[in-house]
C-alpha cells in the first residue's frame, strides 16, 4: 500500500503509519505500533483526504469517470488503513490509551466524513455524472459504483440545506461518542464481573469446566476458589451443568443486568440518546424512522419486509420452545416441587433432556473437538472446496495470543494472510467476528491481498487438556472462517463496490456451518485428542437424530432480539422512555414466554448500538434462508465437496463483493430466488401443508 510518504528516519521511527511498510506480506508492523501513534496518523490521513477531496471538487474540466468517481474512489486509502487497524485493535486488545483515544478521534472522524460527503462541489460534479450515466458508456460496474457512490452521498445528507446539514454534522459526531461510550461500558461491565466459588459449589460440573474455573481464579491470586465470568465459554457450560440453581440464578442474572445497574457503565441514557439522535437523523434525511433509513439499502428494502420474514417464522419458534418447555418442567418439578421454570433453569434442564433423549451430552463430544482438530476440519473443507492451502508464518503480531498463515490459491499464488486469535481476555469484546487489516484492492491493475483476522473467545486449554470446543464453538469458527473466505477471494475493482449488503453479508459466513456436523466432514476432522479415534459412528448418528434439538429456543430468542432491535429502531418519533419498561412491553406483545429472554437486551446489545447492525439484527435471519437454500445446491449435486458447485459460489458470490445487488449474486448462483422451507427444514420447524381433501360429488 503506498502509504503518506514521509523519508524522515526520526519520522519513520516514530510513528508506522507515514512511511511504507516493509513487513512480510505487508502486514502491518504490530510490534512497531504504539497507542500514540494513532491521533497523529488520523490527523495527517484526514488532511491527506480533505486535499484529494477538494483537488477534484476543484478541478475545472467538465466532470468525467476517471477524473471525478475514480479519483474519489481512490481517495482516502491511508485514512482506510488507519482505520482498519485501529477498530480492529480496539476490538480485540483495548487499553485506557487506546480508549482514550477513541472517544478524541470519533467525533472528529465523523465530522471529517461529513465534511466531504457534504462538499457542495464535489456532489455537484458526481450528481453531474450521475444525471448523465445513461451517455457515459460505462460497463455494469462502472455504472453500480457511480449509482452506489451517488446514493452514498445523498444518504450523507448531501441534498439537505445548510442549516440541516450542520444539525446533521452534530447529530452524527453525538452518535460517534455515544458508541464510544456505550462499549467501553459493556467491556467495562464484562470484566468487572466474577462469580468467585468454592469446591463445595461446584455441584454437577463436569471435571474441565472445574479445571478452567481453577485456573481463572489463580491467575487472579485466588488459589483454592473457582471463578466464572460472563464470558460464554465460562458462563454457558455452568449454567449447562451446575445443579446449584442459587448459583445458576446469581451468574445469569449478572449476564442479564450488565450496564443496567444505574451506575456509571449504566447504558440506559445512551440507549434513549441514540434512539433520539437516530431518530432525528432519519426525519432530517426523509424517512419515517431509523429503520426505514437503514434498509432502504440492504436487500429487504423495508421494515415491513424484515418485519413479515421474523413474523413469519416467530409463531413456529415458540410453538417449538414451548414444546421444549413442556418436556422439561417436569424434570424441574422432580428436582423441586412447585418450582417455577426460570430463564436460568433453560440450558440445565435441556442438556438434561439431550442426555435422556438422545443418549447424548456434550462433554461426551468435546474431546473430539479440540481447537486444533476444528482448525483442521475448515482447512481441509477450503482445500476440498476450493483447493486453497495454509501455511504457517512468522509476522509482527499484536498480542502473544495471535498467529497467523499466508493463504495460497489452488495454483500456489498469494491469496491472503490469515491471523487467528481465539481466546477470551479482558481486553478483548465479547463474541467473535472476522475483520481486515488490510483490504484486498487493486494498484497499477495487480490485485493486492488482504490480511484478515478472525478473533473469538473460545474455551481455554487447562494444564490437563487442550482447547475442547462446544458445538456452538465449532459452529462460530466454520461460521467465521466463512467470512474469511468471502474477504480472501473479493476480486473487486473498485473500493466503492466492496461492501454487500448488510442482510446478504452473514450469507458467505452462516453457509460454512452447514458442513459442521454433516457426517462426512465429521469424519475428517473429529477426532479424539488423547486416542486419536475417528468420531464412532454411534455419536455421529446420535449427533445428527438430535439436531433438531433445542432449536424452538435458540431460534426464539434470536428472532425475539431481532424484532425488540427492529421495533425500537421503527419508531416514528422520539419521547424520552424506560429502556427496561420498553422491552417488557414488546416482547409481551410478541407472547414471549417468562422462561425466554432475547438472546439480547438493550444494555449490552452491541450489535445494534456501537457494532454496525443498527436495525439490522434481523440480517442473520434473512442470510439464513439464504444459506439453507444454497446450501441444498451442494446437497442436490449429491457431493458435499463438489468443486464445480463451489468454484461457481466462489466466481459469482464471493468473489463479486457488492459489484451486484446481492439478490443478482444470490439468483446467478442458484438460478432462482431462495426459499425458506430449506431454513424452517433445518430447524426442525416445517409442517407440510394439510392436503385438501376433494369435494363430495
Known amino acids: 500500500m503506498s502509504l503518506a510518504s514521509c523519508n524522515s528516519a526520526r519520522t519513520a521511527d516514530e510513528n508506522p503509519f507515514f512511511v511504507e511498510w516493509d513487513t512480510p506480506y505487508g502486514v502491518p508492523p504490530f510490534d512497531k505500533i504504539r497507542p500514540e501513534h494513532y491521533v497523529p496518523a488520523f490527523e495527517r490521513a484526514m488532511s491527506l483526504n480533505e486535499a484529494e477531496g477538494e483537488a477534484i471538487a476543484s478541478n475545472n474540466d467538465e466532470p468525467t469517470f476517471e477524473n471525478t468517481l475514480l479519483a474519489f474512489d481512490d481517495a482516502g486509502r491511508m485514512l482506510a488503513q488507519v482505520e482498519l487497524v485501529f477498530g480492529m485493535i480496539c476490538a480485540a486488545d483495548t487499553n485506557e490509551q487506546l480508549q482514550a483515544v477513541q472517544e478524541q478521534i470519533m467525533p472528529r472522524l465523523a465530522a471529517h466524513y461529513d465534511r466531504i460527503l457534504m462538499n457542495d462541489r464535489l456532489f455537484e460534479r458526481v450528481r453531474a455524472l450521475y444525471d448523465r450515466r445513461e451517455t457515459l458508456g460505462l460497463d455494469a460496474e462502472q455504472m453500480r459504483l457511480l449509482e452506489k457512490t451517488y446514493r452514498g452521498f445523498v444518504r450523507a445528507g448531501a441534498l439537505l440545506d445548510a442549516e440541516q446539514k450542520e444539525r446533521l454534522k452534530q447529530i452524527n459526531a453525538d452518535l460517534s461518542v455515544t458508541g464510544v461510550k456505550f462499549g467501553n461500558n459493556v467491556l467495562a461491565e464484562n470484566a468487572g464481573f466474577a462469580l468467585e466459588l468454592s469446591e463445595e459449589d461446584l455441584e454437577g460440573l463436569p471435571q474441565s469446566v472445574r479445571d478452567a474455573a481453577h485456573e481463572k481464579a489463580v491467575q487472579r491470586g485466588l488459589k483454592d476458589k473457582y471463578v466464572f465470568t460472563l464470558d460464554k465459554p465460562s458462563l454457558l457450560p455452568f449454567m449447562t451443568y451446575s445443579s446449584r440453581r442459587d448459583l445458576r440464578r446469581k451468574l445469569y442474572e449478572g449476564y442479564l443486568t450488565r450496564a443496567n445497574h444505574d451506575d456509571k457503565n449504566d447504558n440506559k441514557q445512551l440507549v434513549n440518546d441514540f434512539v433520539r439522535l437516530r431518530t432525528e437523523k432519519a426525519h432530517l434525511l426523509g424517512y419515517d424512522s ?51 421454570f426460570e430463564p436460568w433453569d433453560w440450558w440445565y434442564y435441556a442438556e438434561k433432556v439431550r442426555k435422556q433423549k438422545y443418549d447424548l451430552d456434550e462433554e461426551m463430544l468435546r474431546p473430539y473437538f ?197 421495533r425500537l429502531h421503527d419508531e416514528h418519533d422520539y419521547a424520552p422512555f424506560d429502556v427496561n419498561e420498553y422491552e417488557k412491553g414488546v416482547t409481551a406483545s410478541l407472547g414471549l414466554i417468562p422462561q425466554i429472554e432475547p438472546r439480547y437486551r438493550y444494555t449490552y446489545f452491541s450489535h445494534i448500538f456501537d457494532g454496525g447492525y443498527s436495525a439490522g439484527y434481523y440480517f442473520y435471519t434473512w442470510a439464513a434462508v439464504l444459506d439453507k437454500d444454497a446450501f441444498q445446491a451442494f446437497k442436490e449435486s449429491g457431493d458435499l465437496f463438489n468443486r464445480k458447485v463451489a468454484a461457481d459460489f466462489r466466481s459469482k458470490v464471493l468473489e463479486r463483493g457488492g459489484s451486484e445487488p446481492g439478490m443478482t449474486m444470490y439468483r446467478n448462483f442458484r438460478g432462482a430466488d431462495p426459499d425458506k422451507t430449506a431454513l424452517l427444514k433445518a430447524r426442525g420447524l416445517w409442517q407440510e401443508p394439510a392436503k385438501e381433501t376433494p369435494a363430495a360429488e
Open 290 to 340: 431509523y429503520a426505514a433509513y437503514v434498509i432502504a439499502d440492504q436487500m429487504a428494502g423495508t421494515p415491513r419486509a424484515a418485519f413479515d420474514l421474523l413474523e413469519g417464522i416467530w409463531p413456529a419458534a415458540l410453538g417449538r420452545a414451548k414444546e421444549e418447555l413442556a418436556e422439561m418442567e417436569p424434570l424441574l418439578r422432580a428436582d423441586e416441587e412447585g418450582a417455577v
Open 370 to 566: 479440540s481447537l486444533q482438530n476444528v482448525q483442521n476440519g475448515v482447512f481441509f473443507l477450503a482445500n476440498r472446496l476450493y483447493g486453497i492451502t495454509f501455511r504457517p508464518i512468522a509476522v509482527p503480531v499484536y498480542h502473544a495470543d495471535a498467529t497467523a498463515y499466508e493463504v495460497l490459491d489452488a495454483d500456489g499464488s498469494h491469496l491472503a494472510v490469515l491471523y487467528f486469535d481465539f481466546f477470551p481476555r479482558s481486553s478483548k469484546s465479547g463474541g467473535a467476528w472476522c475483520g481486515s487489516y488490510t483490504e484486498q484492492r487493486y494498484e497499477n491493475g495487480e490485485r493486492v491481498a488482504p490480511v484478515l483476522s478472525i478473533v473469538c473467545n473460545f474455551t481455554l486449554p487447562t494444564k490437563t487438556a487442550p482447547s475442547l470446543l462446544t458445538l456452538d464453538e465449532t459452529e462460530t469458527f466454520f461460521h467465521e472462517f466463512g467470512h474469511a473466505l468471502h474477504f480472501m477471494f473479493h476480486k473487486v475493482r473498485y473500493r466503492g463496490l466492496t461492501n454487500v449488503e448488510g442482510d446478504f453479508v452473514e450469507l458467505p459466513s452462516q453457509i460454512m456451518e452447514n458442513w459442521a456436523f454433516e457426517p462426512e466432514m465429521l469424519r475428517q476432522y473429529a477426532t479424539h485428542y488423547l486416542t486419536g479415534e475417528v468420531i464412532p459412528d454411534e455419536l455421529v448418528e446420535k449427533l445428527r437424530n438430535s439436531q433438531y434439538f433445542n432449536q424452538g429456543f435458540g431460534t426464539t430468542e434470536l428472532l425475539a432480539a431481532s424484532l425488540t432491535d427492529l
